[in-house]
């Protein structure tokens, strides 16, 4: 962000100060927010649509993420170590997987 600060002497004989400027201040600044080519390149993705389709169904995954942490506990480690929380999550992914596909095989019943 850069921001300008400017006299308000300026100010008050200024044409475009309507809207601008403010009657009685004593300081006047204007900020520019300057975005690097990382932000540039998200804001162009994010308006794109692919982004838009990948939005519309985020929510489907975002329900078995939310599935995961309070219906299997895996919000928080339950042994220590890195291999730990792999063996965890293995589990647990493996136990919602195998609870989605007893479901199928009754529904095709």
Do not use: W
């Amino acid at each position: 962000r850069q921001t300008y600060y400017f006299d308000t002497e300026k100010c008050k004989v200024c044409p475009f100060r309507e809207g601008c400027y403010t009657e009685g201040a004593k300081s006047k600044t204007y900020s520019v927010t300057i975005k690097s080519t990382e932000h540039k390149e998200q804001e162009t993705f994010q308006n794109s649509d692919k982004f838009k389709e990948l939005a519309r169904s985020r929510y489907k995954i975002e329900a078995k993420n939310s599935e995961l942490k309070h219906g299997h506990g895996y919000d928080t480690a339950s042994s220590a170590g890195l291999f730990g929380m792999e063996i965890q999550g293995a589990t647990t992914i493996f136990a919602v997987n195998l609870k989605r596909i007893l479901t199928l095989l009754k529904e095709k019943e």
